[in-house]
């Protein structure tokens, strides 16, 4: 069993940047990829980063360059920072992890991005 405790988000002005936490239960921490997604209202869950047990990096086209995600192993954590952020781009994002079969995910942390 994993678990996957979140923290950070918020409101932001258009053009701000914001930092989300996940800590991550387990002793195998660095032997998973962890995933990034979020989801906008009425819209479709989507992907927006993967960071691999070998430390690479994905990030969907739209945050290229702007969003980083990053992991600590020997703290557990995943680290994820957001700059220049849209308005459009408020929505819950959310931690996971999938081991074998099984997909894991943080409660996400709700994100605002108005003036």
């Known amino acids: 069993q994993v678990q996957l405790v979140e923290s950070g988000g918020g409101l932001v002005q258009p053009g701000g940047s914001l930092r989300l936490s996940c800590a991550a239960s387990g002793n195998i921490f660095s032997h998973y990829h962890m995933g990034w997604y979020r989801r906008a209202p009425e819209k479709q869950r989507e992907l927006v980063a993967l960071i691999t047990s070998g430390v690479s990096t994905n990030y969907t086209d739209s945050v290229k360059g702007r969003f980083t995600i990053s992991r600590d192993n020997a703290k557990n954590t995943v680290d994820r920072q957001m700059n220049s952020l849209k308005p459009e781009e408020a929505a819950v994002y959310y931690c996971?992890?999938?081991?074998?079969?099984?997909?894991?995910w943080g409660r996400g942390n709700q994100v605002n991005v108005t003036s």
């Open positions: 996971n992890t999938r081991i074998l079969t099984k997909n894991y």
